[in-house]
């Protein structure tokens, strides 16, 4: 069926780096944006940024430019959002999300189940 | 960045319940306005895009209204799967903010 299945959760000391993977499936992976959103325990949602795994591009917000990288590899359908310079403030759940523009307009019509990272000494 | 404020930030309501919330967007958005529905610990739930239009295969008692600024969320009867929280984000440009959501909890 359509779905995102994302990697399991991690524990991560300050300072290091975490990978995160979606795997599409039921879907053509390379037809619809992902995006990356992340939920502080009890908080809202934040918007990190979008990849096209078509062409490759990305977009991130101004908050994470310099320590996200999105990527993917097509061969095996799987999106990854790489956080560094890890702190306790990026303890979250990690959502990817597929983006669909209808006309102009953009929408996240499936998540994955969300992948907790947390960042501790 | 578009700054997305929810009204109320919580609500209480009853099952049967005509129930609004309400999102306001720091500029003109036009009608790049998405409503999300998330229950604790999953994945939020789109259930409507471009301020009115219904995602597949949610009930007809969820709409949506509005434009430019000034949005609003309506559940027409509420039920008792609908006790939830409720997010609006922009699509208008990147980033696609969120607001900073509605709990929506049984009276």
């Known amino acids: 069926q359509v779905q995102l299945v994302q990697s399991g959760a991690e524990v991560k000391k300050p300072g290091a780096s975490v990978k995160v993977s979606c795997k599409a499936s039921?879907?053509?992976?390379?037809?619809?944006?992902i995006n990356w959103v992340r939920q502080a325990t009890g908080q809202g949602l934040e918007w990190m940024g979008w990849?096209?795994?078509?062409?490759?591009?990305?977009g991130y917000a101004q908050k994470f430019q310099g320590r996200v990288t999105m990527t993917r590899n097509t061969s095996i359908t799987t999106a990854y959002m790489e956080l560094s310079s890890l702190r306790s403030e990026d303890t979250a759940v990690y959502y990817c999300?597929?983006?669909?523009?209808?006309?102009?307009?953009?929408?996240?019509?499936?998540w994955g189940r969300g992948t907790l990272v947390t960042v501790s000494s | 960045d578009i700054q997305m404020t929810q009204s109320p930030s919580s609500l209480s309501a009853s099952v049967g319940d005509r129930v609004t919330i309400t999102c306001r967007a720091s500029?003109?958005?036009?009608?790049?306005l998405n409503w999300y529905q998330q229950k604790p610990g999953k994945a939020p739930k789109l259930l409507i895009y471009a301020a009115s239009s219904l995602q597949s295969g949610v009930p007809s008692r969820f709409s949506g209204s509005g434009s430019g600024t000034d949005f609003t969320l309506t559940i027409s009867s509420l039920q008792p799967e609908d006790f939830a929280t409720y997010y609006c984000?922009?699509?208008?440009?990147?980033?696609?903010?969120f607001g900073q959501g509605t709990k929506l909890e049984i009276k």
């Open positions: 984000q922009q699509s208008y440009s990147t980033p696609h903010t």
């Open positions: 999300a597929r983006g669909v523009l209808t006309g102009t307009y953009w929408y996240f019509d499936l």
């Open positions: 039921g879907y053509t992976f390379t037809s619809y944006d």
């Open positions: 990849m096209s795994p078509n062409s490759g591009n990305t």
């Open positions: 500029q003109s958005i036009s009608f790049y």
